[in-house]
């Protein structure tokens, strides 16, 4: 008989059925709000939907109005620079030489070589690049700052760094113990590859394969969103998730791409000790 009742709660499950209620299984992410929504990719957007049309008088043209106007067009943008200005977001450039930045003070290095990813690779996990406020007295024509934040999991610490894009120079560096900010795409997908490698990933395996007919053999196959879990706002925390806050921890949703949900919020993968645990 628990057998019978766990598959059941394990099965495909649609996106209105995604809802429920209570703090104990609450998660702070975004849904999709359709369960066949066209996803291509995580975090892809589903494609524009046919624009209207009149139903009246000659193709071209309006009665009484004169000849119909032309197809709208847009506008290209105009090329993104090397540098921005001001309080301008961050180029792609940007982006790319400040983490590069951030990873290279020489007095660091022989810490970084110690640091781990999400997937336990040599580095800290690239969490965030944003613009950094303005220093006072800089507000108009001071350079440009980013500040970065990785993960290390060899320490479980959160590093930030704070980078001027003018001089190249690392300003300002500190790192955390205890502070979980929004999970990275690639942690949610480390932490995916863990769930699929789990025995605990087996139910999931068997809705992926009554919803499609195929074997689940990767993360490619699933839509994937999620956060770090935080046990503040649960109700009963197992033992094995008592960490979670000094260790890194999230939880998943999933679903077939552009197809059925694949019930895996009970799944909580604690990225640190590289471990899942069933919940609820």
Known sequence: MYEIV???LGK???GAAM??????????????????????RPGGSAAPGPTASGTSGTPGSQE????????????SPPPEGAKGVGTDPL????LKRAEALALTPPAAAAQRDAQRNAEGGRGPQHLATELADPAPGEETGGPRRA?????????????TRTVNLDTGKVEQSGAQ??????AHPEELRAALRLILDSPLGKGAKEDYKDATG???TSTDQLWFNGDVYRTYREKDVPQQLSKCGEHRCVRLVTKVLNGAWIDTRGLIVDLSARTVTRVG
């Open 147 to 159: 500040l970065v934040r990785f993960y290390d999991y060899g320490r479980d610490e959160l590093i």
């Open 6 to 8: 766990r598959r059941h």
């Open 12 to 14: 495909v499950v649609a």
């Open 19 to 40: 809802a429920v209620t209570g703090t104990a299984v609450a998660v702070a992410v975004a849904l999709p709000g359709s369960a066949g929504a066209d996803e291509a």
């Open 64 to 75: 009484g109005d004169g000849p119909a106007p032309g197809p709208a067009t847009l506008a």
């Open 214 to 216: 195929k074997e689940l």
């Open 177 to 182: 113990r205890g502070v979980q900010p929004s």
């Open 91 to 94: 180029t792609d450039d940007e």
